[in-house]
């Protein structure tokens, strides 16, 4: 009997967990609001927040700190990132509160004497950092939409910081890999240890005691005061560029939208310096010319039709879009149906085209791979699509000493040489370049769908230049392929970005040898990878909602 019992308990158990974690296209419960986020405890400390009378902007932000705690190769205090938001009234904001260059900082910072880029100098140096947005960017997002009181919204990362947390096998294995590689100039952090397994219980006062201040003081308790005085004195003990000048005249900025529209549906996204919403119009539009339904989801002809596509929106990527405050982007001009016919005329159903016959667009220009990404929708109906990020996991590797954060290596993704690729192979021109005050160009595409007006859809994902293109993939799964959240979510995925001049391909598309063979017959390169992205979106039908939480990671869904 004993034993029966035993059973028992555990099936209740494995059935509330995997209510939790899953939700698919045949899920009957009436969920009220959700949560998907990279890391189990920051989704069940944003349902939590939801649960308590929040509504979606509120989740965002303790969402955005318990990830700085969690999961700390993307999820930060010391990065940026993008928010989309949509109010219940169908009203759209998007900040962007994205890394910035310093004042001191030079556009031939990275060369040597002769002129050649200095390895690694501008990835894992003190000279990488940009002056982070994320505080500035959780204490903008509170004043125009927050409902509950800042402290409340700040204290579940706290807590976590203070008493510890379980380490997943994925996380254990990562701080692994970063102490063997970063050890040895974070000695006296919190992160360091000799060897992590799934399981373990890891406190962080350090970061705990940063949290505490920006609780009690929002802004003051980041960029002025102890944190402030420690992150410039990491600086100017280790030849970094960031200056209390810097932290004090950083300041987030509300943008206005990407808009366009793919059979249908309302596409809302990320504007510059974000090349991600005006990448993802590009080539939905270009998409709408192909019918990718009748081709086939990965057959031959979509995988090509789609590569292609993705290959010259790339191509307008590396030279027309930069900081605004700094370089006209033509964005109305990079979305218009008539230059987008225009590109896809160059496209031959039956070869490959060169990246090195493929250029930039041209017009009249007077013309008027670590990131984390989470979609929150509370039961008001307001939904919100934030990426954000470090740049490469953990980005810099450099934690300031006494703060206990992680700083970014967003400095990278400038162009810091002409035709240089940066850590994600993305090439760049003089729009990208790096001058004191500018932010640097980016691909996170946090996105939100509209259909009849009407939310449909909140998505994004991490990875680098593989951001655009897996979003990209993910709506064409749901509108033309027909799939389910999960499905769309979780099935493998193909990137082409212009250079180098290949498709990577996950490594499930690779089984199909015929599929491989017909590719190669078109003249594409193939390059194969074991995975790429991690996205984790909502779908809206019916006022229901169903959760994607993408299986390469310990990416969870939770709601009520």
């Not at 700190?65 to 940026?80: E, K, Q, R, T």
């Not at 060369?111 to 940009?130: E, I, Q, R, T």
């Not at 000799?194 to 980041?222: C, M, V």
Request: charged share 20%; with cysteine; net charge neutral.
């Amino acid at each position: 009997m004993i034993k029966f019992y035993r059973i028992l308990l555990f099936c209740l158990v494995f059935f509330k967990i995997s209510c939790s974690q899953t939700i698919d296209s045949d899920n009957k419960f009436d969920s009220k609001a959700m949560v998907v986020s990279a890391h189990p405890l920051a989704s069940e400390i944003g349902i939590n927040i939801l649960k308590n009378g929040g509504n979606a902007a509120d989740a965002t932000i303790a969402v955005q700190f318990a990830l700085a705690v969690v999961y700390p190769s993307a999820g930060n205090i010391g990065g940026g990132g993008f928010f989309v938001y949509r109010s219940t009234d169908g009203n759209f904001s998007t900040l962007d509160f994205r890394e910035k260059a310093p004042l001191l900082a030079t556009r031939d910072m990275y060369l040597d004497s002769n002129n050649k880029v200095v390895k690694d100098l501008s990835l894992y140096s003190h000279l990488a950092v940009g002056v982070p947005g994320t505080v500035d960017g959780m204490i903008s997002i509170h004043k125009k939409f927050g409902q509950l009181p800042w402290e409340d919204l700040v204290q579940p990362a706290i807590d976590l910081a203070t008493n510890g947390f379980e380490l997943t096998r994925l996380e254990a294995n990562k701080l692994n890999r970063f102490n063997k590689t970063n050890g040895r100039i974070n000695k006296n952090s919190d992160y360091f240890k000799e060897n992590y397994s799934k399981g373990d219980s890891i406190s962080l006062p350090q970061l705990s005691k940063t949290l505490s201040l920006i609780r009690d003081h929002k802004r003051a308790g980041f960029y002025s005061g102890k944190t402030a005085k420690m992150l410039v004195k990491e600086m100017s003990l280790n030849g970094g560029k960031i200056t209390q000048k810097d932290l004090d005249s950083y300041q987030s900025i509300w943008r206005d939208p990407i808009i366009g529209f793919y059979k249908g549906y309302k596409i809302i996204s990320m504007s510059p310096p974000s090349s991600g919403g005006i990448l993802l119009i590009q080539m939905l539009k270009m998409a709408e010319h192909f019918p990718l339904q009748d081709f086939g989801f990965h057959s031959l002809k979509s995988i090509h039709v789609m590569t292609e596509i993705e290959k010259l929106s790339f191509a307008d990527r590396a030279k027309h879009l930069g900081d605004p405050d700094f370089y006209k982007v033509p964005e109305k001009l990079l979305i218009d149906s008539l230059y987008l016919l225009e590109r896809i005329n160059k496209i031959n159903m039956d070869s490959s085209l060169l990246s090195s016959n493929i250029y930039a667009g041209e017009f009249n220009l007077k013309e008027s791979e670590e990131t984390t990404h989470f979609s929150i929708v509370d039961k008001y109906g307001n939904a919100s699509s934030l990426t954000t990020t470090l740049n490469g996991s953990f980005g810099s590797g450099i934690i300031v000493d006494g703060a206990g954060f992680l700083l970014n290596n967003e400095m990278d993704d400038f162009s810091i040489q002409p035709g240089h690729a940066n850590m994600y192979g993305l090439v760049g021109g003089e729009a990208n370049s790096v001058e004191p005050t500018k932010r640097m160009l980016s691909s996170m595409t946090p996105t939100i769908l509209e259909k009849d007006g009407n939310l449909f859809m909140v998505l994004g994902t991490p990875g680098g230049s593989t951001i655009i293109t897996a979003v990209f993939q993910t709506i064409i799964n749901i509108i033309d392929f027909d799939m389910s959240i999960e499905q769309a979510v979780n099935s493998p995925r193909f990137h082409h970005q212009w250079y180098p001049d290949e498709i990577k391909l996950e490594s499930d598309i690779a089984k199909d040898s015929n599929l491989i063979f017909q590719l190669k017959a078109m003249n594409h390169n193939l390059n194969f990878v074991s995975s790429m992205n991690r996205v984790d979106a909502i779908l809206v039908k019916k006022n229901k909602y169903f959760g994607g939480a993408d299986n390469r990671g310990d990416d969870h869904v939770s709601y009520f």
